[in-house]
């Protein structure tokens, strides 16, 4: 039981130191705390949204902070660290108190909290809700909620994604509590996986049809020919092939048998030749200058008849 108290004694410290912490840091905008104990003392690392303040003149705020967390709450050493808030808005704790300030000025709670959702969500926050919990506009007490986004209520998830801040608003009516949480905008919640796709595989030749295939076989045996007639001429041309025989003609007459001697040689006799009668060229009528063609008149054969003379009548009475 001893070490259980130790723990549960710690932990009491600890929320008092926040609670502290916020009440005197409050103008400077108090985003969170962290203790850790190290072999030199204990560290406490204060989130701000203006660091100035919490440091203050030469360091004067800074001093009095470390001497009240050493008196009052008996830690060892401490040593004080103060941290700027990169992105206020999504800081839950400083939305919180925002929102009740808002509310301590006299904000309607619908008009504040929708605008605070909305801020939120415009940093890139994955999901918000605001929860304004109070008498609100009568004399009972009721809860509003507003939210946006994808929010977690329990599990791992809620615990490591999702920062919740709590502030009061003092009214009127009572106390308003206001309670804020914002998931991280680098949350990866579990069923978010990465589908990593098989390695490609080598696509099947397309089947081509047949003209085309019967077109390039063509190409092809015409570049084979051409590449032999190449090879050829380069190695020499083949040998030719021996001439056919020719057909015997019939020998004219006066033509020499082959084989026999030449004429003239010695001791053989010489054979008649005979010659070929040339035609007798006629001459071709000339022709007129003149177009009319000239026709001859033809020639009519003339006969000569000798006539017989009457004899005398002398000769008659003669006789």
Known sequence: MASERKFVTENIRRVLLKEYMMARVGRAGFGGL????????????????????????RGEAIKSLTKAIEQDFKFNNPQIEVQEVENPNLNAQIMAEKLANALERGWHFRRAGHSTVRRIMDSGARGCQVIIAGKLTGARHRTEKFKEGHIKYCGEAKLNFMHQGFATAKLKPGVTGVTVQIMDPNARLPDEIDI?????????PAIKPEAEVKAEEAK????????????????????????????????????????????????????????????????????????????????????????????????????
């Open 220 to 319: 092809v045996a015409a570049a084979v020919e051409e590449l032999k007639k190449t090879a050829t001429t380069a190695q020499g041309a083949p040998p030719k092939e021996a001439p056919k025989p020719k057909r015997a003609r019939k020998k004219k007459e006066g033509e020499p048998v082959e084989g026999a001697a030449a004429p003239g040689a010695p001791g053989e006799e010489k054979k008649p030749v005979r010659k070929r009668k040339k035609k007798e060229e006629q001459p071709a009528p000339a022709q007129p200058a003149s177009q009319e063609a000239i026709v001859p008149a033809p020639v009519q054969a003339i006969t000569l008849t000798e006539e017989k003379k009457p004899e005398s009548t002398d000769e008659k009475k003669e006789g």
């Open 196 to 204: 990593i796709p098989p390695p490609a595989a080598p696509a099947e």
């Open 34 to 57: 962290d203790v850790q104990r190290t072999p030199m003392g204990t560290r406490v690392t204060l989130i701000t949204e203006r660091p100035g303040l919490v440091i203050g003149r």
